[in-house]
C-alpha cells in the first residue's frame, strides 16, 4: 500500500503515481487499466477517490475512458513523451529552487549537478 503525504489531496497523488507508471512504461501505450474498484482496494482508498485520480489523467490527456471496455493509457506516445519532459523540467526547476534556497549560485549546481551525473553510473 502506499504512504500518501498529508499534505496533499490523495487523488492528486494517485493520479502523479500512475501517471510515473505510464510514463515510465508500467502501463504501456494501449493498455488497459485495472478496474476503479482493483485500483481502490490496490491503493486502501474510496473508489470515489480512485474515480477523481482517474479524470485527472483523462484530463491531462493519458488515459482514455470507452463506456463498455474500461480505460485505457492513450496510445499516441509523443503525448506521453510530451509529459514525461514537462515533469522532468518541473523536478529541476524544484531542485534548483530548493538548492537557491541553500544559498548555492547557479555555478555551484551545475558543479554538483555534473558531480552526481559522475557518481550515478548507469
Do not use: W
Request: aromatic letters at 6%; charged letters at 25%.
Amino acid at each position: 500500500m502506499v504512504q500518501f503525504a498529508a499534505t496533499r489531496p490523495i487523488f492528486v497523488q494517485i493520479s502523479e503515481y500512475l501517471a510515473l507508471d505510464i510514463m515510465t512504461g508500467a502501463y504501456p501505450p494501449g493498455s488497459k487499466l485495472p478496474s476503479v474498484r482493483d485500483l481502490a482496494a490496490t491503493f486502501g482508498v474510496n473508489p470515489n477517490t480512485m474515480q477523481r485520480a482517474l479524470t485527472d489523467l483523462e484530463s491531462r490527456g493519458l488515459i482514455d475512458t470507452h463506456r463498455t471496455a474500461g480505460r485505457t493509457v492513450i496510445e499516441d506516445q509523443s503525448i506521453i513523451a510530451a509529459a514525461k519532459q514537462q515533469l522532468v523540467e518541473q523536478r529541476v526547476r524544484e531542485f534548483v529552487e530548493s538548492l537557491q534556497a541553500f544559498g548555492y549560485c547557479p555555478d555551484d549546481l551545475v558543479d554538483i549537478i555534473q558531480k552526481g551525473i559522475r557518481e550515478v553510473k548507469p
